[in-house]
């Protein structure tokens, strides 16, 4: 966990030599913050049931979550589990702070997949420091939470090690979780059958889980 929070700090104009005592007082901080009720809440969608089984598509984009509508459609339409499940689209750049929040509240209660963007930029300032929230720490938040859920990561980067900033997320993802991001991601291209192919094999494995 401790490691987890100095990901948080890294690149900021703080000490990055922060003990553990300190660590643990913005841990606490953060946590009052995100559970406070002027928190921003989500906007959730007609009917929406927190304990019903919920695949959560989260990037700062409202864009690139609204073009998931068709797809959803067309797997729902298909019946079977999709017709079972209901989705939670998160868009805005707090949307990380924003799920963990609703979290919090016990709002949204029953997370069985997702989609994440790895980049997003929303911030917080907790205890003086810049906290940057990014796609693998959603990744986190859920599976510390719902540890079965099936997860896949949605982005515009190629998984390229040459590319620093791109490298740190790869690193930040396998030091944490134990495997390659890679396997895990897929392209953000208008031009390809991303979208449905990667929520079908979030049903997958969520079928994989149930039986």
Known sequence: MISFFKDLFSGTSEDTDVDEDKLDSVKN?????????KTPSLDYPR?????KPTIV?????????????DNIKELQAEGGLA???????????????????ELDKGRLNNI??????????GYAIVDGHTVILDGIDAHKIISDRFPKAAMRFFTSHSMNE???????????YEEYAGESI??????????????????????????????
């Open 29 to 37: 901080k953060m946590t009052i913050r995100l559970s406070d009720t």
């Open 47 to 51: 009917g929406f049931d927190a304990n």
């Open 57 to 69: 598509i989260l990037d700062d984009s409202s864009g690139a979550t609204l073009l998931f509508d």
């Open 83 to 101: 017709a079972e499940l209901q989705f939670l689209k998160v868009s805005t750049p707090q949307a990380v702070f924003m799920l963990r929040g």
């Open 112 to 121: 069985v997949g997702a989609v994440l963007d790895i980049t997003i930029g």
């Open 162 to 172: 040459k590319n620093a900033e791109i490298y740190r997320f790869m690193k930040k």
């Open 182 to 211: 890679v396997e895990k991601t897929y392209m953000k291209n208008p031009f390809t059958t991303n979208r449905i192919d990667m929520l079908r094999d979030i049903l997958g494995e969520i079928n994989d889980v149930k039986s």
